[in-house]
């Protein structure tokens, strides 16, 4: 099994990722600079935060118009993985592979801070670890990251059960205090039509390790890695033969 | 401008009139902030060397041992005059010249503290600088990728027409192959790579060495230079990558007198011949004054070998950095630019690089304490105001405004000193002084500046590496800031000895007065201190632990939050003995308390409002003093058995839980519900958040 965590020009959570795939799930891991684009198939790519671009234009506006998105969006179409944390969730926002913007704050000022997220889908390779409804504390770091999108669009999400994880309070209950940067219904991580690519505000890799104050952000990537493994998704490998 | 006694003196060494560009480089290379004219001789005296210390003061960044395989580079610089001018691009860009100060020793940048001193809140012009000091380090830090962990607010009328924005940072390297900002060899090339050069921040150096006039707002601008954080971030990765291919003889960040002054500074272990039209511009029609000068930021000027240069060239392309090679290290120690086939610059590089005269001024000493009068008002009243204070109050308005999380290193951030991981040990940072109490007691306040964060450490069980300091002050004409400036550096000497803890590097701040509000500021001689710990599980307080007070209260009132709130005055307090330190850590490290908090800014009530504040405490004696005063070498710790407590200064003073901060003493009793306290302490955050 092989992830590829994608280096723009102003990632920085790139090497974090990569510390948490090889060092504690032990998962091969290349970091792939953009202008490299994807030279292997592989079982699934990290878009990780940071500031693409220097957030310059909109934040992700620019790297989703870069070539490496074409060979990302043709991963995603073959039912492979992706997953977008902060930045990445940004450009997998402008780059259409989720419904919907993340957009400035409610509060127009950068937020770093820990927050509890409610696990709303326990069905997704991203998500099959938790347990529904479970309450789960992961670490935020964004200046755009307040969810919108239109009622329907909301809707729909609701329907098809693709929210992956909301705001929400210590005891699981979504109120306006609980959500840091006033997202549409407090909705921090969605998953796309096919359930293959999850984006999220929050930063799974800073809860990775209990020493950091959490090892709730871990599920995450054990999920990814166990959906592969059980064959749920299709691999690197399938897609080569 | 170069003054007319320094113009005559070099006219007469050189035996000619000096050239425009010649003028430039000596008004820039010779002011305080390039040369330290007026502080060189008394920061002679200071500690700066131990068994850790690999690279002392004088290049970009001091690089220190941390453990086998780790260095630290560490840095510290201020950017007030900027800060003033434009708040967002002032502090953005002190934040992006000390971060290219540690990556060009080839480390890598992991965490930033930052201490902030601004004029009252009350004003609406210093929330305006405040907010958008703070954004503009958020901005730049978050975007660069590299944690803010530590910082501190003082708040202070002193400062209401000079804030100081000073800046921290620390990198990792390995200690056998960090670089150096010294040439190495002639014949080398010197390839200058990063943003192009514009007119932006010209003359910032010597900008910075003078009084900030009425209206410095206007004519100042175009001397504040504008920041790149994404451009920086790209300069990270590349000069990395560069320093890997060991490739790299000596690199350099050029900030303070652009490029004159980095391959002027450079280049002084031997002599260099640069052409001024080869370096990129982003402007047509600048001189030479302007390409050498200008303080455009985000480039890096490196020397490698004839055959490396494309090596170097090809990697900033990979960063989509553009490069040139604009010159050479020669064996003649002379400092020469050519632009458009003309000689416009032809120095002896000593002259240039530390030739400057050392200025001399006369000294006065001043007392500044006034008598102890006790504050009218009733204590609870007294409490509320102490708590209020934008010094003691929560600062979380600032803190989330900063990625502290990046790089995933970090451990903790809200107690007395930040705290990452770093190999299996942990690396500890804090800074600040108390300008208050320094403007008492300059010798005394300036060695409890150096105690206090050695103590901040010391809660965190770890032991001091090395201290940077800032050291900021009013102009050194005048008799007693002279003095002021004197016995704080010897009061920072004196206690970084007893602490057998060097001091590394930093950087001088001086003429930090405003015409504009008639004031000059209290001195702040601002500290950063990292030190080497245990990585440690958190401890929790429950219900039921023992307080107890470790060391003596005196009637220490003189600069305290209280003197600041009431104007009571009193004895600023006396130089701590660090004999408490050692044991604290030893607590700590080991896991014998549940907490520990050193006291500092508001006293034991701050402490106890901070750490306990649902518990019961008795205390003996005069309440003002046992509550405010503000005297050094004092913790408070919540414990289970006071026995491991046994054979140190201390007393039980209650213990906690309950509902509220219940205190008692001789002549009553005061109540604080926890909801009264959160609001006091909230008060940053109310005035701030709109």
């Known amino acids: 099994m092989r992830f590829a965590v994608v280096q723009f020009g102003g990632s920085n959570c790139d090497r974090d990722v990569c510390h948490v795939l090889r060092d504690i799930c032990g998962i091969s891991t290349d970091l792939v600079w953009y202008k490299e684009r994807l030279t292997q198939p592989y079982d699934a790519i990290v878009i990780p935060g940071g500031f693409s671009y220097g957030d310059y234009l909109r934040a992700g506006a620019i790297a989703a118009r870069t070539p490496i998105m074409s060979d990302i969006l043709a991963h995603a179409n073959d039912g492979r993985l992706v997953l977008g944390i902060c930045n990445g969730a940004q450009i997998g926002a402008e780059c259409g592979l989720i419904p919907g913007i993340f957009t400035v704050n409610a509060y127009p000022k950068f937020i770093c801070e820990w927050t509890y997220l409610r696990v709303e889908n326990t069905t997704s390779p991203f998500t099959t670890a938790y347990r529904r409804g479970e309450v789960i504390r992961i670490p935020v770091a964004h200046k755009e990251g307040r969810y919108v999108a239109p009622p329907e669009t909301l809707e729909k999400l609701e329907r098809k059960n693709r929210i992956a994880f909301r705001f929400c309070d210590p005891y699981g209950v979504c109120t306006p205090e609980s959500n840091p940067n006033g997202s549409a219904r407090n909705i921090t991580g969605l998953l796309s039509e096919q359930d293959n690519v999850l984006v999220m505000m929050p930063h799974p890799e800073r809860a990775a390790e209990a020493v950091l104050g959490s090892d709730d952000g871990k599920k995450v990537f054990d999920s990814m890695i166990g959906s592969i493994e059980a064959g749920r998704v299709p691999s690197a490998e399938q897609v080569r033969t | ?690």
């Not at chain 2, 050069?197 to 003359?203: E, K, S, V």
């Not at chain 2, 004159?260 to 080869?278: H, Y």
């Not at chain 2, 010159?327 to 530390?354: A, M, Q």
């Not at chain 2, 004196?494 to 004031?519: H, K």
């Open chain 2, 1 to 690: 401008m170069v003054s007319a006694r320094d113009r005559s003196y070099l006219e007469h060494e050189l035996k000619r009139e000096l050239t425009p560009l010649e003028l430039a480089c000596f008004d820039n290379l010779w002011s305080e902030h390039c040369s330290y004219r007026s502080t060189g001789a008394l920061l002679k005296t200071l500690p700066t060397t131990g068994e850790n210390v690999l690279l002392g003061p004088g290049d970009d960044a001091a690089i220190v041992r941390f453990s086998d395989d780790i260095a630290l580079a560490i840095g510290m610089e201020s950017h007030n005059h900027p800060s003033y001018v434009d708040p967002y691009d002032g502090a953005a860009t002190g934040v992006g010249g000390i971060v290219r100060d540690v990556i060009s020793m080839g480390a890598r940048p992991v965490a930033l503290m930052d201490p902030l001193y601004f004029g009252p809140l009350s004003q609406e012009k210093n929330r305006y600088l405040f907010e958008h000091v703070v954004a503009g380090i958020g901005d730049y830090g978050n975007c660069i990728g590299v944690p803010v962990v530590r910082g501190e607010l003082v708040f202070d009328e002193s400062y209401a027409g000079n804030p100081l924005v000073n800046v921290v940072c620390v990198g990792v390297v390995n200690p056998d192959t960090f670089l150096t900002a010294r040439v190495k060899k002639p014949g080398s090339r010197l390839v200058l790579y990063g943003a192009s050069t514009g007119r932006d921040g010209l003359g910032g150096a010597s900008f910075a060495s003078r009084d900030l006039s009425e209206d410095a707002e206007a004519e100042d601008r175009p001397c504040v230079q504008v920041g790149d954080p994404y451009t920086e971030k790209l300069l990270i990765e590349a000069t990395l990558e560069m320093a890997a291919t060991g490739k790299i003889l000596s690199c350099r960040d050029l900030g303070a007198a652009g490029l004159a002054g980095a391959s002027s500074e450079m280049s002084s272990t031997f002599g260099a011949c640069l052409d001024a039209s080869r370096v990129h511009l982003r402007e047509t029609g600048m001189n030479e004054v302007e390409i050498l000068l200008a303080e455009s930021q985000e480039r890096m000027l490196v020397e490698v070998a004839p055959a490396d240069v494309q090596i170097i060239g090809d990697i900033a392309e990979k960063y989509d950095l553009p490069w040139s090679d604009i010159g050479e290290v020669t064996e003649e120690r002379r400092y020469v630019i050519t632009f458009g086939g003309r000689t416009v610059c032809d120095l002896p590089i000593d002259l240039l690089v530390g030739g400057a005269p050392c200025e001399v001024w006369p000294k006065t000493p001043y007392h500044a304490e006034k008598p102890y009068a006790p504050p009218s008002g009733s204590i609870r009243d007294l409490a509320f105001a102490v708590l209020s204070h934008p010094d003691v109050a929560r600062k979380d308005w600032v803190a989330r405004q900063y990625d502290h999380h990046v790089q995933i290193r970090t451990l903790s951030v809200g107690g007395d000193a930040g705290v990452l991981r770093l190999g299996n040990d942990a690396l500890v940072l804090s800074c600040g002084c108390n300008p208050r109490q320094i403007y008492l007691a300059p010798y005394a306040g300036t060695a409890n500046a150096v105690y206090e964060n050695a103590a901040n450490l010391a809660c965190a069980g770890a032991e001091p590496l090395c201290i940077v300091n800032c050291l900021n002050f009013a102009s050194p004409v005048h008799p007693e800031i002279f003095w002021q400036i004197e016995q704080s550096v010897l009061g920072m000497g004196d206690m970084a000895r007893q602490l057998t803890t060097p001091v590394v590097g930093g950087n001088v701040s001086l003429y930090n007065e405003s015409d504009e509000f008639e004031t000059q500021i209290k001195p702040t001689p601002s500290i950063g201190m990292v030190g080497k710990g245990p990585v440690l599980t958190p401890g929790t307080v429950g219900d039921g632990a023992l307080l107890a007070l470790i060391g003596k209260t005196t009637d220490a009132f003189g600069g305290s939050v209280l003197d600041a709130v009431t104007g009571c005055g009193g004895h600023a307090p006396a130089m701590a003995d660090p004999g408490l330190l050692a044991p604290v850590r030893a607590l700590v490290a080991g896991g014998r308390i549940d907490a520990v908090t050193d006291l500092s800014r508001g006293g034991l009530l701050a402490a106890l409002a901070r750490c306990a504040p649902a518990a019961s405490v008795h205390l003996d004696g005069n309440p003002l003093r046992e509550l405010f005063a503000e005297t050094e070498g004092r913790f408070l710790v919540a414990c289970q058995d006071e026995a491991v407590l046994s054979g140190l200064p201390y007393r039980v003073i209650g213990e906690t839980g309950g509902d509220t901060l219940s205190i008692r003493y001789t002549e009553g009793i005061l109540e604080f519900p926890r909801g009264d306290i959160t609001h006091a302490l909230g008060t940053t955050t109310r005035l701030m958040r709109y």
